[in-house]
C-alpha cells in the first residue's frame, strides 16, 4: 500500500498515458481508505521530512511548532486514540471551536477518524453556536482556555451548560476546576501513537466532518 499510495506508478505525458491509467482498478491504484492510511504511508516513506508549520503571527520566523511526518502522523493518531477513549464513535460529534493553534489540525484529523469532527467559526455568537452544538448532538467541544484566547473562553465558558449533549471539553493549555474540563495536551500524551486502538474499519463512505452554514436564510444549517 505505502509505495503505490504515494509514488508515481506511471508517468503521464499524453492522453494516452491517462487512459492506460484509467484501465487500472481504483483501489490498485489508490489503495488508501481513509486519512489514517495515507499518513501512514508519507510518515513511512518520508518520516523526517517538514509536513507542517503552524505560525503564531504574520512572522515566518514567529513558528509554535513544526511537525514532521512522523510527527503529524504519531499526534493524529494520537488525537484518534483519545477521543476514543472518551466513548467517540462513528456517529458521534467532535467540535472544534478554536483559532489554528499548534494542537488543531492534527486533533481535527483525529476526530474526523474517531467519529464526526465540526470545525466550527469562533467568530459565531454564543446563540448561533449553541443552536449549531445542540443541533449536531456535540458530544465533545475543543476549545483553547483563558490563558490561550480568554475573550473566546470567556463566550464558550458561557454556553457549556446550555449543549444537552455536551459530555467533555478538552481544554487547550490549561486545567480547568470543572469535572468535564480536561487538559487537552496532557490527555493526548496518555494515547499511544503508533496505531488506532478503537478497531473501528473506516472505508471511504465513513462520514469524518460536518461543516455549518447560513444558506439562503440566515438559520444555520449542517451539511455533511
Same mark, same amino acid.
Given at each position: 500500500?505505502?509505495?503505490?499510495?504515494?509514488? $508515481?506508478?506511471?508517468?503521464?505525458?499524453?492522453?494516452?498515458?491517462?487512459?492506460?491509467?484509467?484501465?487500472?482498478?481504483?483501489?490498485?491504484?489508490?489503495?488508501?481508505? +481513509?486519512?489514517?492510511?495515507?499518513?501512514?504511508?508519507?510518515?513511512?516513506?518520508?518520516?523526517?521530512?517538514?509536513?507542517?508549520?503552524?505560525?503564531?503571527?504574520?512572522?515566518?520566523?514567529?513558528?509554535?511548532?513544526?511537525?514532521?511526518?512522523?510527527?503529524?502522523?504519531?499526534?493524529?493518531?494520537?488525537?484518534?486514540?483519545?477521543?476514543?477513549?472518551?466513548?467517540?464513535?462513528?456517529?458521534?460529534?467532535?467540535?472544534?471551536?478554536? +483559532?489554528?493553534?499548534?494542537?488543531?489540525?492534527?486533533?481535527?484529523?483525529?476526530?474526523?477518524?474517531?467519529?464526526?469532527?465540526?470545525?466550527?467559526? $469562533?467568530?459565531?455568537?454564543?446563540?448561533?453556536?449553541?443552536?449549531?452544538?445542540?443541533?449536531?448532538?456535540?458530544?465533545?467541544?475543543? /476549545?483553547?482556555?483563558?490563558?490561550?484566547?480568554?475573550?473566546?473562553?470567556?463566550?464558550?465558558?458561557?454556553?457549556?451548560?446550555?449543549?444537552?449533549?455536551?459530555?467533555?471539553?478538552?481544554?487547550?493549555?490549561?486545567?480547568?476546576?470543572?469535572?468535564? $474540563?480536561?487538559?487537552?495536551?496532557?490527555?493526548?500524551?496518555?494515547?499511544?501513537?503508533?496505531?488506532?486502538?478503537?478497531?473501528?474499519?473506516?472505508?471511504?463512505?465513513? /462520514?469524518?466532518?460536518?461543516?455549518?452554514?447560513?444558506?439562503?436564510?440566515?438559520?444555520?444549517?449542517?451539511?455533511?
Amino acid at each position: 500500500m505505502i509505495g503505490k499510495t504515494l509514488r $508515481c506508478v506511471r508517468d503521464v505525458r499524453t492522453i494516452d498515458d491517462v487512459e492506460a491509467l484509467e484501465l487500472f482498478d481504483y483501489d490498485e491504484l489508490v489503495p488508501a481508505k +481513509n486519512v489514517h492510511d495515507l499518513f501512514l504511508a508519507t510518515a513511512a516513506l518520508h518520516a523526517e521530512r517538514r509536513a507542517l508549520t503552524v505560525l503564531r503571527s504574520a512572522d515566518p520566523s514567529d513558528v509554535e511548532v513544526s511537525y514532521t511526518h512522523l510527527e503529524l502522523f504519531q499526534e493524529i493518531t494520537r488525537a484518534a486514540n483519545l477521543f476514543a477513549s472518551l466513548g467517540i464513535g462513528a456517529d458521534d460529534v467532535v467540535a472544534i471551536v478554536s +483559532n489554528t493553534y499548534g494542537a488543531v489540525p492534527p486533533v481535527t484529523w483525529g476526530a474526523s477518524l474517531a467519529g464526526i469532527v465540526s470545525t466550527l467559526n $469562533c467568530l459565531l455568537s454564543p446563540e448561533v453556536l449553541v443552536e449549531l452544538l445542540t443541533k449536531e448532538k456535540a458530544r465533545v467541544l475543543v /476549545c483553547p482556555g483563558p490563558s490561550t484566547d480568554p475573550d473566546l473562553w470567556e463566550k464558550l465558558s458561557s454556553i457549556i451548560d446550555r449543549v444537552p449533549s455536551l459530555e467533555h471539553v478538552l481544554v487547550i493549555a490549561d486545567d480547568i476546576d470543572d469535572r468535564r $474540563c480536561r487538559n487537552l495536551r496532557r490527555e493526548l500524551a496518555r494515547q499511544e501513537s503508533d496505531k488506532l486502538l478503537s478497531g473501528r474499519d473506516i472505508g471511504r463512505d465513513a /462520514c469524518a466532518a460536518i461543516f455549518h452554514t447560513g444558506g439562503t436564510t440566515g438559520s444555520p444549517k449542517l451539511v455533511r
